[in-house]
C-alpha cells in the first residue's frame, strides 16, 4: 500500500513539468502515486508528462477550471491517507516525502504536516524564510499558527501534507476564489486542528517564474471575502492580525490599479497596530510612486534580493 498521493495541478507548464515531476521520482521515500489534473494546457504539458513511464503517473483531465477545482478533483481521486501538494513549476528535494513522513509518525493527529521551504531567484540566489518564534532547528507543533505565518507563510501548496480525512470535516477548497484559494484552506484548517513544522528544507518555490495567476490583473481576479472570517477574527488576535496584512497586500494592489472604493473599503477594516508605520506610510503614498516602487521591488526581486513591507 502506498502512503502518499500526490496531487499536481497542471495548466501551462511545459517548460516546468519534466523538472518537477523527475523532484518526484527522485524521491528516497517511494510509496506514493502521482494524481496530475490536467486544468485544459494549450501547450505540450501534458506531451512532456507521457514521456514518462511510471505507472504511479495518473492523468485526469477537466476543461480550465482554476487550480481549486484541479486540487479538488484531485483530492477526490487519491487512493491513500495523506495528500501531498506539489505546483507543476515547483521542486522536492530528495528527501521531501520522507521528511513529511517522519514527521507525521512523530506528530500524529495532526491538520498540516509542513517542511521548510527556500525560495530561489533568476540569478541562482535562495532565500529560506524565518518564521516568527520558530527557531531554524525547532521541529514539532506550532503554538500559534497564524502569528507564525508573519510575514512568511509556513504553509504552502508545495510543501506540505493533510490528512485527506481532514477535507471532509473542514471542505474542500472554495472554486468561487482565484486568489487565495490555498491560503483560505490553510485558514479553515488551522482554525480547527494543530500544524506541524519540520527543521528541514526540502521544497524550492521557484520565485522568479510568473504564474498565469500572478500575470491576471487584481481586477479580474476574485479574492476571499474576509467577512467569511469575521466570527474568529473577534475572538482571536492573532488571526485578526494575519488577515490585516492579506487586507492590506490587496488594499494595495487596488489602489495601484485605480480601485480607489475596493482599496479604501479593505483598508478601514485593518486595525492599525496590525500593520507597521513603513506600511502605511507607502499605503498613502501617490499612485504614480506605487507603480514606481512596484516595478523596483519586481526588478530586485528578480536579482535575488528578498524583502517584505509587511515586517
Known amino acids: 500500500m502506498a502512503f502518499f498521493s500526490i496531487v499536481i495541478p497542471l495548466y501551462n507548464k511545459a517548460d516546468y513539468i519534466e523538472s ?18 490536467n486544468d485544459g494546457s494549450t501547450d505540450n504539458s501534458i506531451a512532456k508528462v507521457l514521456q514518462f513511464n511510471d505507472s504511479r503517473i495518473q ?7 482554476g487550480a481549486a477545482v484541479a486540487r479538488n478533483l484531485g483530492i477526490e481521486k487519491a487512493k ?13 528535494k530528495a528527501n521531501h516525502l520522507e521528511t513529511l513522513k517522519t514527521l507525521i509518525l512523530n506528530f500524529p493527529n495532526v491538520g498540516i504536516f509542513a517542511s521548510r521551504y527556500e525560495l530561489v531567484f533568476k ?9 516568527k518564534g520558530l527557531s531554524a532547528d525547532f521541529e514539532g507543533i506550532i503554538p500559534n499558527y497564524f502569528e ?21 470535516k473542514v471542505g474542500y477548497f472554495k472554486s468561487s476564489i482565484s486568489s487565495g484559494q490555498d491560503v483560505d484552506m490553510w485558514i479553515r484548517i488551522a482554525l480547527k486542528y494543530r500544524v506541524a513544522i519540520s527543521n528541514k528544507v526540502t521544497a524550492s518555490y521557484l520565485h522568479y517564474i510568473e504564474n498565469s495567476l500572478s500575470k491576471t490583473p487584481i481586477l479580474e481576479k476574485k479574492i476571499k471575502d474576509f467577512n467569511d472570517y469575521k466570527e474568529q477574527e473577534e475572538s482571536n488576535p492573532s488571526l ?12 494595495l494592489q487596488y489602489k495601484i490599479a485605480g480601485e480607489n472604493k475596493k482599496s479604501e473599503e479593505l483598508f478601514k477594516n485593518i486595525l492599525k497596530k496590525n500593520i507597521s508605520f513603513k506600511t502605511k506610510a507607502i499605503y498613502f ?8 516602487l512596484l516595478k523596483i521591488k519586481k526588478l530586485l526581486r528578480k536579482n535575488g534580493f528578498n ?3 509587511y515586517q
Open 20 to 37: 518537477t515531476l523527475k523532484s518526484i521520482l527522485n524521491q528516497t521515500f517511494t510509496d506514493y502515486e502521482i494524481i496530475i489534473i
Open 59 to 65: 492523468i485526469y483531465n477537466q476543461k480550465n477550471q
Open 80 to 92: 491513500y491517507d495523506y495528500i501531498a501538494f506539489l505546483d507543476a513549476d515547483d521542486l522536492w
Open 123 to 131: 540569478n541562482g540566489k535562495n532565500y529560506i524564510p524565518k518564521f
Open 148 to 168: 507564525t505565518s508573519l510575514p512568511y507563510p509556513v504553509a504552502t501548496s508545495s510543501s506540505i501534507v493533510i490528512p485527506k480525512c481532514i477535507f471532509k
Open 240 to 251: 485578526k492580525k494575519y488577515l490585516d496584512i492579506y487586507r492590506i497586500e490587496y488594499a
Open 285 to 292: 503614498l501617490p499612485r504614480y510612486i506605487l507603480i514606481f
Open 307 to 309: 524583502f517584505s513591507i
